[in-house]
């Protein structure tokens, strides 16, 4: 058919994704009128005033910019091309201490990267973790980021430098949070295996392990005064002072391990590091009660101010501290009380007391009866109560506060109650903005006598103020269409269908699919454009057909029981006045599209074809001049069989048979030569329509085959599966052309754009994301990806190993083994040139090599040339190149050409790390050098000199340009 040049697909746009269900959410600019979020492998930053997209922050950024922190056992970065990459989805965002300049990205493959708000673009990229990252912190200044990870380990990365400082290990579980005490120069870490541990910066010592938890620690807040450690489990709220003690003073050698009983509880904890009575710098307070028996996600401790009425009529300002708590559906919020408020609420409750006593004509209160009302006004004894919970519709993933935005202007100006502002992230892909009351009494308003003054929870409100929801779907997209012209798409969920603009990738149309009561959502599984592109029909879960108009965004007919069970299948007819549908009910219908009276498009049925199991894909022939009568319909059935009918007349034309499990769907090339199926058993097969025969079997996916298209006016097709993989196919010579790696969860629905001749497909899937791949003018060389297939399972397999290899067993990352093979590369080349410029006279053969290298060298010296060679290695791989580098190089590099450039002045930071790293690793070799050394000795000797009245200049250069 045509010429077997192939050209390459790349993803040129992501839509549909709101906030994925790994990341958190936060408040963003100085007004906090925007909000980021992490969708997938990018980080999103919504206008909350328009609900609009404002920004998005690609990861499409080269792999030599990543900076490696990563010991013998941490996972490495690949060098096969991107398209074939595993991408890491955003797991964690942190801001630095402003909110406004950085922005931290934790990945699930362990990865982190730091991006400027102000240029939108990735200033800087590590990997030392070989798991998700679960949690960042940035110090004040923002040049020291802390990350803990899935991996059990807590890595700081100094922004400056770009390098690695230090890794803390420790725990046995995954970390899940991390709080970093600038005035104490401390780390507190949380994790799922019940401990929390402190550890000291300088020294990266663990100083304290607290073990009073019972269970895993879910998450830990520190107050704004840095004195209190809020720590919630999967069951229960814990209190804890912190002191700024030295370790030092209260060291004493483990001899021994003790148990304590902490106050008020039947808990024992260890005692470390000294005896039963000494000081600790993370004490026990106390639990504190909740009323949600749900497991606690996140803790928010946050200080916000509300204008107060006075006696006198007017406004004061007052602070107050609140505790917000998550656990899956409910927030609740606990009141922070300070010495002032708890000293004020006893001395109300004394007046109720007596107030009461003497309405009812009873003695006034004993000294010992007020007694027992006097509080414990120590802050962290008794200052943190529960006061209300505010519950939301859908699972929450992460909670943001802001005190202070625009945000705050909505509501009623007379309300006088406190407001907490903050952004819900869902897991149905949803953003939302509440405003929250807290209940505060007034002023002139008689209090009611009471034993106590807790809120009741129907005294709780909470208001809607932005929605951030249309740009995605609440669940996952089961199918998508394209329009007839490609510049629509049709995109299929439970509750919900949508209509996008292709081009812009916004969203044009949401329509809710409702049963006919107008509550009961109605699950669509399948769907098409009606010709004309002014309506869109859905087959549905429950059996149902429904017509809508785009016009009005309203549902024209609902049909109820147009089947009676699951539609899975629905394909316009070749003269574009009906429709076909397959359904799990062992029917196969055509229908029809008709006016009414009133000139709207209706629905009716025609005819119904009765098939012996469910039907589970259709597909029909393509019109053409030969067989404008003949139409074929292919109908796979769940025996694993597809039957090929004649569709004017339903009589039977061919059977295939061969897969051995259902096939799950299938399609019909242009000329009606080709029908490929995809089956449950992960293979494709393509056959022959004029015989029935079986062309190739291939086993195609890892997973079950849940789409296949073919490009349009050719054999090439598209496939999809489970195994979250899109291929590309040459339906003649049965190769595989491409594969796209792009989604992170099971690939539902594929749409070729036939109008434009397979220019683009969409696929979508099971992370609800809407991804486009367009066609590019670049071709495609099968060899080529072979070989970069083959180098990107060999690199995979690599990793894996490096995961299990143990501590003491030192492995180099794959960044830093190729930097060394170029490294001693080099060397080889400036070496043999140098030796046949030395034989130029002598030997003819040597003043051809002297200009094969002149042409490596690229016109340069070796000495320049082996300079840039050097200077390309990352400062935090330099350590591992050197070490690979054999020992009679490394003194070559050092005795010929790092002398050269210290004593013309060039590089001189580079050189002394070069001569320390060289030195360290081979200094023992150097003592059994024979009779050589003492020749090498005087060179190092010289170099030595050298190197001390460089750096003296350069220290008295950079002295007078500071003055």
Not at 83 to 96: A, D, K, N, R, W
Not at 786 to 795: A, G, I, V
Request: hydrophobic fraction near 35%.
């Amino acid at each position: 058919m045509s010429s077997h040049t192939y050209l390459r697909y790349q993803l040129h746009s992501t839509f549909g994704v709101v906030v994925s269900q790994l990341s958190n959410s936060l408040f963003y600019s100085h007004d906090n009128s925007l909000a980021i979020s992490g969708t997938l492998e990018d980080v999103c930053v919504w206008n909350l005033r328009t609900g609009a997209l404002h920004s998005r922050l690609s990861t499409s950024i080269p792999n030599k910019n990543y900076s490696n922190f990563a010991d013998d056992d941490s996972t490495r970065q690949s060098n096969a091309p991107t398209h074939l990459q595993s991408i890491g989805e955003v797991t964690c965002l942190e801001l630095s201490q402003d909110r406004t300049t950085f922005l931290a990205v934790g990945y699930s493959n362990g990865e982190v990267k730091i991006w400027n708000l102000f240029t939108k673009k990735c200033t800087q990229q590590f990997k030392g973790h070989s798991a998700a990252i679960t949690c960042l912190a940035f110090n004040r200044s923002g040049t020291i980021l802390f990350s803990g990870s899935a991996d059990t380990r807590v890595i700081a990365w100094d922004l400056v430098q770009e390098i690695g400082l230090f890794k803390l290990s420790g725990h046995k579980d995954a970390i899940t949070s991390l709080i970093w005490l600038e005035d104490h120069r401390r780390i507190i870490t949380g994790s799922k295996d019940t401990l929390i541990k402190l550890w000291e910066f300088d020294t990266q010592y663990c100083s304290q392990t607290v073990v009073g938890c019972r269970n895993e620690i879910c998450d830990m807040s520190l107050s704004p005064d840095g004195k209190l450690l809020l720590v919630g489990t999967a069951a229960e709220l814990r209190l804890y002072s912190i002191k700024n003690i030295d370790p030092l003073l209260n060291y004493v050698k483990k001899e021994k391990t003790g148990l304590k009983r902490e106050p008020g509880s039947d808990r024992m904890e260890v005692v470390e590091d000294g005896e039963e009575g000494e000081e600790k710098a993370i004490e026990f307070v106390k639990g504190i009660e909740r009323k949600a028996k749900e497991k606690i996600q996140q803790i928010k401790w946050v200080s916000h101010t509300y204008k107060k009425s006075t006696k006198e009529g007017g406004d004061a300002q007052e602070t107050r501290q609140v505790v917000l708590v998550l656990s899956d559906k409910i927030l609740e919020s606990f009141r922070v009380f300070n010495s002032q408020e708890l000293q004020s609420k006893a001395k109300r409750q004394k007046k109720r007391m007596r107030e009461k006593r003497a309405k009812l004509g009873q003695a006034a209160p004993s000294q010992e009866e007020v007694g027992e009302m006097d509080v414990d006004t120590t802050p962290g004894v008794s200052d943190i109560r529960y006061e209300m919970q505010y519950h939301f519709n859908d699972k929450v993933r992460s909670v943001d506060v802001c005190a202070t935005s625009y945000l705050n202007n909505f509501g009623s100006k007379t309300d006088q109650r406190p407001k907490l502002t903050v952004l819900v992230a869902a897991v149905n892909n949803s953003l939302t903005v509440y405003n929250l009351y807290g209940n505060v009494k007034k002023q002139n308003e008689s209090e009611k006598p009471s034993a106590d003054n807790e809120r009741a929870d129907s005294e709780s409100t909470i208001t809607r103020v932005v929605s951030i929801e249309d740009p995605g779907h609440r669940s996952d997209v089961r199918f998508i269409a394209l329009s007839s012209d490609d510049s629509l798409l049709l995109s299929i969920s439970n509750g919900m269908i949508k209509i996008w603009n292709v081009a812009s990738n916004a969203v044009i149309r949401s329509m809710a699919t409702l049963l006919e009561d107008g509550e009961t959502p109605t699950y669509g599984l399948t769907g098409a454009f009606v010709p004309g592109d002014k309506y869109v029909v859905i087959g549905t879960k429950q059996g149902s057909l429904e017509l809508y108009s785009l016009n009005s965004s309203a549902k024209t007919q609902h049909i109820k029981n147009a089947h009676s069970s699951s539609i899975w299948s629905l394909v316009i007819l070749n003269d574009q006045k009906g429709f076909v549908t397959g359904s799990a009910d062992h029917d196969v219908k055509i229908w029809n599209f008709e006016l009414n009276a009133v000139k709207k498009l209706t629905i009716t049925h025609f005819k119904t074809i009765k098939m012996t199991e469910d039907v589970l894909a259709v597909a029909l022939s393509h019109r053409s001049l030969q067989h404008k009568t003949n139409d074929l319909i292919a109908i796979a059935l769940l025996d694993n069989t597809i039957k090929v009918l004649f569709l004017n007349e339903f009589k039977f034309y061919l059977s295939l048979y061969g897969h051995k499990l259902p096939v799950l769907c299938l399609d019909i090339s242009s000329d009606n030569q080709l029908l490929v199926s995809g089956s449950a058993d992960k293979n494709i097969k393509i056959w022959g329509l004029d015989y029935g025969d079986c062309h190739r079997s291939i086993f195609a996916h890892d997973d079950s085959v849940m789409g296949i298209k073919f490009v349009h006016n050719t054999h090439y097709f598209f496939s999809c599966g489970k195994d979250k993989v899109i291929k590309y196919w040459d339906g003649d010579k049965f190769e595989l052309i491409l594969t796209l790696r792009a989604h992170f969860s099971d690939v539902w629905g594929l749409a070729v754009a036939n109008a434009h001749k397979g220019s683009f497909i969409a696929t979508t899937g099971h992370d609800r994301s809407i991804r486009v791949f367009e066609q590019t003018e670049e071709q495609v060389f099968l060899d080529e990806e072979r070989e970069n297939e083959l180098e990107y399972m060999f690199d995979k397999a690599v990793e894996n190993n490096l995961e299990r290899v143990a501590d003491e067993d030192k492995q180099h990352s794959l960044e830093a083994v190729r930097a060394g093979e170029e490294l001693l590369e080099a060397l080889i080349l400036v070496t043999r040139n140098k030796e046949a410029k030395s034989n130029i006279d002598v030997d003819e053969t040597s003043k051809s090599d002297a200009q094969k290298n002149l042409l490596l060298l690229g016109g340069k010296t070796e000495s320049e040339y082996l300079l840039g060679v050097l200077k390309g290695v990352k400062a935090n791989d330099l350590k591992e190149v050197l070490e690979i580098l054999p020992y009679n190089m490394a003194m070559k590099l050092i005795l010929e050409y790092v002398s050269e450039w210290v004593k013309a002045g060039r590089e001189i930071e580079l050189c002394v790390k070069v001569l320390v790293e060289i030195m360290k690793d081979n200094q023992w070799k150097l003592g059994v050098s024979g009779g050589a050394e003492s020749e090498v000795r005087k060179i190092l000797e010289d170099l030595r000199r050298d190197v001390h009245s460089t750096l003296k200049k350069e220290k008295d250069r950079m002295g007078f340009n500071r003055a």
